[in-house]
């Protein structure tokens, strides 16, 4: 039988199984794009200039593009359908024309993407297959016929009347995706030595698939893609295994053709390491790299504003969701990262596209490096226990010392009946932070701009709110003068109704780190997989909790045992100094939402004191310092 007539028979067979209504419209759909597949491949050495080089398989290509038309107005209603029907015919009357076949072949692409974007087609595996036995599996199927190295000659091959591809041939490799060889796989050429591989798992064909799309590329223009994706080119058109695997050469290079670079090397790279794509367990950071990418291509287009906000959206909703698992396992990268993510936002500020190039390629090594790092190490039963204590204390002991201080001069006063709107004012703020949880899981998503905006701004209020209160704590620092100074605002408050005031002050206080441990748990709580580790993340909350209690117990305790001019100079000085820290935390967060500005200098960073090597932190922080000093200093003197 000759080569004409078995791919005549393989064209019947496809249109009689699209003649089947029972036929799904993924099968369908399937199948018509390995039709449009083969005539892109296969019509360009049937007509050079005009004439045809081979008239029976012209006469196969006039037929099969006849029914191609048809069966393209046989799919279902779809709003784009006419325009389908059109771009269909268009193909019949050029092949009946004799037009050129590279007109014909970029025709057939763009109703193959217009296909798959009408009829939302899934052209790509939901995650990228395990490759790591691919290779077995191509010798055993594939090598008899194309060969080890997949030139074509196995040792089948010469028995074949219809010669096994060349995967190495560009020219027919060109204008084929991953998704096109997927098919053919899948598929099978009927008639042909090229069989349906049908009883191989989904998984092992999209592996095959992408093994032989390997075999097209070089060696150098694989380096040459990785180092033009790592400086963010191609990215908007590369966001999902499907925009790769739907991708041929001929679309990379035209993509590329338009930022001046060799968009065929950024594919063979691709190819090479489709797992990029993937939305891995550590999506935050593959978000941040993203975000990077895009935030270059803004610059480079001289978009200065959107560069800026692409470049917050890479920390804020990105690196920072993955800053507590970081933290735990290697808190020097995690500094590293900050540091260069503020570096790079500036430089984006500033348009300064060179600087921001280099510091965009380390700073998607250092994230590279924080996957690996967070990847090779599972949350273990300590490490969670660690990391659940750590973060609970460190933002816990704030809140209690703002608390534990202002109850303790409540209680010491005799106005202890005045605690329960304190009590009022931190139980509320827990469950709003419970609520907060539940929320951020279930019905929206509070995005890094807004959370770092919320606690700036919280942070700075309080801090002023402290400021006023140490100053009054300082004021009476003598008996008299403090009790009646407490009656007298306590009566106020009961008199006027605004007892309110005091469960406010508490809220703030205890919801602003509510807030941010809620949603540090939250991006810690994903890395977690095993119950042993879940239970160790619940103890560490447990173990906190119970030592921020002993630690009120004890700021309380020795707060009454001390005199109460003591008692109420030392309370005034530690308000004060909370101040300073909230004043630090405040700035910082504000930095990191992009509101203020941060200019970094050389200086020790303690994210206990809210200490944080930015002028304008370290500034604000100077200024809370001096006006505590003058107002106690002042006080000092107004008592002498």
Not at 146 to 164: R, T, V, W
Not at 231 to 255: C, V, W
Not at 537 to 555: D, K, Q, S
Not at 558 to 572: D, E, H, M, S, Y
Request: glycine share 8%.
């Amino acid at each position: 039988m000759s080569k004409h007539i078995l791919r005549q028979l393989a064209y019947i067979s496809a249109v009689v199984f699209f003649s089947i209504p029972s036929v799904s419209l993924a099968g369908t759909a399937q199948r018509l794009i390995h039709m449009l597949d083969y005539i892109g491949v296969d019509y360009p050495p049937t007509v050079v200039d005009g004439k045809v080089v081979d008239e029976t398989e012209y006469a196969e290509m006039r037929e099969f593009s006849g029914e191609l038309r048809d069966l393209v107005l046989g799919m279902p209603t779809n709003p784009d359908k006419a325009k389908l029907g059109e771009e269909a015919e268009a193909i019949r009357f050029g092949i009946e024309q004799r037009v050129d076949g590279a007109e014909i072949t970029l025709r057939s692409q763009q109703l193959k993407a217009d296909l798959i974007n009408s009829y939302n087609i899934t052209v790509g595996p939901a995650k990228a297959p395990d490759i790591s036995s691919v290779q077995n599996l191509y010798e055993t199927e594939c090598s008899g016929c194309h060969g080890i190295y997949g030139f074509g000659d196995g040792p089948l091959a010469s028995m074949q009347e219809i010669p096994p591809s060349n995967f190495h041939d560009m020219e027919r490799q060109y204008t084929r995706s991953i998704y096109d060889l997927y098919n053919t796989i899948s598929l099978g050429v009927d008639g042909t030595p090229m069989k349906a591989f049908d009883k191989l798992s989904d998984e092992q064909r999209w592996a095959l698939s992408i093994m032989i799309s390997r075999f097209s590329g070089t060696d150098e223009q694989h380096e040459a893609g990785r180092l033009l994706w790592q400086k963010g080119y191609l990215h908007d058109y590369f966001k999902s295994l499907s925009n790769l695997t739907g991708m041929s050469y001929a679309k990379a290079e035209e993509l590329g053709k338009d930022v001046n670079i060799d968009g065929k090397a950024v594919l063979v790279y691709l190819r090479s390491e489709p797992s990029i794509l993937e939305v891995s367990d550590h999506a935050a950071l593959d978000n941040s790299i993203a975000m990077l990418a895009v935030s270059l291509e803004h610059a480079r287009a001289g978009d200065h504003k959107a560069a800026y906000k692409a470049a917050l959206s890479a920390y804020l909703d990105g690196f920072e969701l993955a800053e507590p698992s970081l933290t735990i396992i290697d808190k020097p990268l995690k500094l590293k990262v900050e540091k260069q993510m503020i570096t790079f936002r500036e430089l984006a500020k500033a348009g300064d596209v060179e600087q921001l190039e280099q510091v965009q390629l380390g700073l998607v090594d250092l994230l590279n490096q924080s996957k690996d790092v967070i990847g090779s190490k599972t949350m273990s039963p300590a490490a969670a226990f660690t990391g659940s204590f750590i973060i609970l204390l460190r933002e816990g002991v704030e809140a209690i010392l703002v608390l534990a201080a202002i109850m303790a001069a409540l209680i010491k006063t005799g106005r202890r009946e005045a605690t329960k709107y304190i009590h009022a004012g931190w139980v509320s703020a827990v469950l709003l932070g419970i609520f907060t949880w539940w929320a951020a899981e279930n019905l929206i998503s509070i995005s890094g701009a807004s959370r770092e905006v919320t606690e700036g701004v919280a942070a700075l209020f309080a801090a002023l709110i402290l400021i006023y209160v140490g100053f009054w704590l300082h004021n009476a620092s003598s008996s008299k003068r403090w009790k009646k100074f407490v009656e007298h605002k306590i009566d106020n408050a009961m008199e006027s109704s605004t007892l309110w005031v005091l469960a406010t002050v508490s809220f703030i206080a205890v919801y602003r780190e509510m807030f941010e441990t809620v949603l540090f748990y939250q991006a810690m709580w994903v890395q977690i997989d095993t119950s042993d580790s879940k239970q160790g993340f619940l103890l560490g909350i447990l173990g906190a909790l119970a030592l921020l209690v002993v630690l009120a117990f004890l700021v309380m305790r020795v707060g009454a045992r001390l005199p109460i001019k003591q008692f109420f100079q030392i309370n005034a000085v530690l308000l004060f100094l909370l101040a300073v820290v909230f004043a630090g935390q405040g700035i910082a967060a504000l930095q990191e939402a992009g509101m203020v500005a941060a200019s970094m200098v050389s200086f020790p960073r303690v994210d206990m004191l809210g200490i944080h090597p930015t002028l304008q932190s370290l500034g604000l922080q100077l200024f809370v310092l001096l006006i505590g000093a003058g107002l106690l200093s002042y006080q000092r003197k107004k008592a002498a």
